[in-house]
Nanobody
Framework: QVQLVESGGALVQPGGSLTLTCATS????????IGWFRQAPGKEREGVSC????????FYGDSVVGRFTISQDNAKNTVQLQMHNLKAEDTAVYYC??????????????????WGQGTQVTVSS
Protein backbone atom coordinates (compact mmCIF):
# COMPACT_ATOMS: atom_id res chain seq x y z
CA GLN A 1 0.00 0.00 0.00
CA VAL A 2 1.47 3.30 -1.11
CA GLN A 3 1.82 5.89 1.64
CA LEU A 4 3.05 9.46 1.41
CA VAL A 5 3.81 11.68 4.38
CA GLU A 6 4.76 15.34 4.03
CA SER A 7 6.74 17.29 6.59
CA GLY A 8 8.58 20.59 6.91
CA GLY A 9 5.80 23.13 6.59
CA ALA A 10 6.25 26.28 8.67
CA LEU A 11 5.81 30.01 8.96
CA VAL A 12 8.60 31.81 7.10
CA GLN A 13 9.30 35.42 6.23
CA PRO A 14 9.19 36.70 2.66
CA GLY A 15 12.48 36.04 0.94
CA GLY A 16 13.18 33.09 3.19
CA SER A 17 13.74 29.44 2.42
CA LEU A 18 12.10 26.20 3.45
CA THR A 19 12.50 22.53 2.59
CA LEU A 20 9.58 20.13 2.44
CA THR A 21 10.05 16.37 2.57
CA CYS A 22 7.79 13.65 1.24
CA ALA A 23 8.47 10.26 2.81
CA THR A 24 7.27 7.46 0.58
CA SER A 25 6.62 3.77 1.12
CA UNK A 26 4.80 0.86 -0.44
CA UNK A 27 6.02 1.09 -4.01
CA UNK A 28 6.72 -2.31 -5.57
CA UNK A 29 8.20 -1.03 -8.84
CA UNK A 30 10.44 1.94 -9.63
CA UNK A 31 8.18 3.20 -12.41
CA UNK A 32 6.37 6.07 -10.71
CA UNK A 33 6.47 9.81 -10.32
CA ILE A 34 6.16 12.04 -7.28
CA GLY A 35 4.54 15.43 -7.64
CA TRP A 36 4.25 18.39 -5.32
CA PHE A 37 1.03 20.35 -5.42
CA ARG A 38 -0.33 23.25 -3.43
CA GLN A 39 -3.69 24.74 -2.72
CA ALA A 40 -4.37 28.12 -1.19
CA PRO A 41 -7.75 29.08 0.28
CA GLY A 42 -10.20 29.93 -2.47
CA LYS A 43 -7.83 28.89 -5.23
CA GLU A 44 -7.50 25.87 -7.44
CA ARG A 45 -4.89 23.24 -6.81
CA GLU A 46 -1.62 24.03 -8.58
CA GLY A 47 1.08 21.68 -9.76
CA VAL A 48 4.40 22.86 -8.32
CA SER A 49 6.94 20.26 -9.40
CA CYS A 50 7.37 16.59 -10.18
CA UNK A 51 10.13 14.04 -10.53
CA UNK A 52 10.24 10.61 -12.16
CA UNK A 53 11.64 7.86 -9.95
CA UNK A 54 13.04 5.87 -12.90
CA UNK A 55 15.13 8.52 -14.66
CA UNK A 56 14.97 11.62 -12.46
CA UNK A 57 13.18 13.67 -15.11
CA UNK A 58 11.91 16.92 -13.56
CA PHE A 59 9.32 19.58 -14.31
CA TYR A 60 8.37 22.81 -12.55
CA GLY A 61 5.31 25.00 -12.56
CA ASP A 62 5.79 28.42 -14.11
CA SER A 63 5.29 30.27 -10.84
CA VAL A 64 8.15 28.50 -9.05
CA VAL A 65 10.77 27.87 -11.73
CA GLY A 66 14.10 29.26 -10.66
CA ARG A 67 13.08 29.39 -6.98
CA PHE A 68 12.12 25.80 -6.12
CA THR A 69 14.23 22.66 -6.55
CA ILE A 70 12.94 19.09 -6.36
CA SER A 71 15.20 16.14 -5.60
CA GLN A 72 14.92 12.52 -4.58
CA ASP A 73 16.94 10.33 -2.24
CA ASN A 74 16.33 6.81 -3.46
CA ALA A 75 18.11 5.24 -0.49
CA LYS A 76 15.82 7.02 1.96
CA ASN A 77 12.71 6.90 -0.25
CA THR A 78 12.17 10.62 0.14
CA VAL A 79 11.50 13.48 -2.22
CA GLN A 80 12.42 16.99 -1.15
CA LEU A 81 11.20 20.35 -2.33
CA GLN A 82 13.65 23.14 -1.58
CA MET A 83 11.94 26.50 -1.72
CA HIS A 84 13.88 29.76 -1.92
CA ASN A 85 12.95 33.43 -2.19
CA LEU A 86 9.52 32.64 -0.83
CA LYS A 87 6.70 35.06 -1.51
CA ALA A 88 3.35 35.66 0.16
CA GLU A 89 1.67 34.01 -2.81
CA ASP A 90 3.49 30.77 -2.03
CA THR A 91 1.31 30.43 1.08
CA ALA A 92 -0.71 27.23 0.74
CA VAL A 93 -1.11 23.68 1.91
CA TYR A 94 1.49 21.62 0.08
CA TYR A 95 0.78 18.02 -0.87
CA CYS A 96 2.90 15.30 -2.38
CA UNK A 97 1.27 12.72 -4.59
CA UNK A 98 2.27 9.73 -6.68
CA UNK A 99 1.27 8.13 -9.93
CA UNK A 100 2.40 5.17 -11.98
CA UNK A 101 4.57 6.26 -14.87
CA UNK A 102 6.70 9.32 -15.47
CA UNK A 103 6.51 12.97 -14.64
CA UNK A 104 5.02 15.19 -17.30
CA UNK A 105 4.06 18.77 -18.07
CA UNK A 106 1.68 20.29 -17.31
CA UNK A 107 1.74 18.91 -13.80
CA UNK A 108 -1.86 17.84 -13.43
CA UNK A 109 -3.14 16.44 -10.18
CA UNK A 110 -5.89 14.50 -11.92
CA UNK A 111 -3.40 11.85 -13.02
CA UNK A 112 -2.04 11.24 -9.50
CA UNK A 113 -3.76 8.59 -7.41
CA UNK A 114 -2.11 8.58 -3.99
CA TRP A 115 -1.89 11.71 -1.84
CA GLY A 116 -0.36 12.74 1.44
CA GLN A 117 -2.18 14.65 4.13
CA GLY A 118 -0.54 17.99 3.35
CA THR A 119 1.68 20.43 5.20
CA GLN A 120 1.02 24.14 5.71
CA VAL A 121 3.44 26.73 4.38
CA THR A 122 2.79 30.31 5.41
CA VAL A 123 4.90 33.16 4.07
CA SER A 124 4.34 36.28 6.11
CA SER A 125 6.22 38.96 7.97
Amino acid sequence: QVQLVESGGALVQPGGSLTLTCATSGFTLNYYAIGWFRQAPGKEREGVSCISRSDGNIFYGDSVVGRFTISQDNAKNTVQLQMHNLKAEDTAVYYCASKVGKCGYPISGSSYDHWGQGTQVTVSS
